[in-house]
């Protein structure tokens, strides 16, 4: 099963362009994380649970 020089040229031309499409899916997936990030950065109420939880009174029982 040998292949010629132009079906090889033909799968590097297909493999180069899957890897340029992953690249664009892993670039938008990475965008996407960081957005999310920034607006979690930017929430004021981000924790408050946290804060109220720990200012509750608590008894010894």
Avoid: C, H
Wanted: glycine share 4%; proline share 3%.
């Amino acid at each position: 099963m040998t292949k010629t020089n132009e079906e090889l040229s033909k799968d590097i031309r297909n493999l180069r362009n899957e890897i340029s499409q992953m690249r664009e899916i892993v670039n938008m997936l990475f965008n996407m994380v960081v957005e999310y990030e920034a607006e979690d950065a930017e929430d004021p109420f981000l924790g408050i649970g946290e804060l109220i939880q720990s200012d509750v009174p608590r008894f010894n029982t």
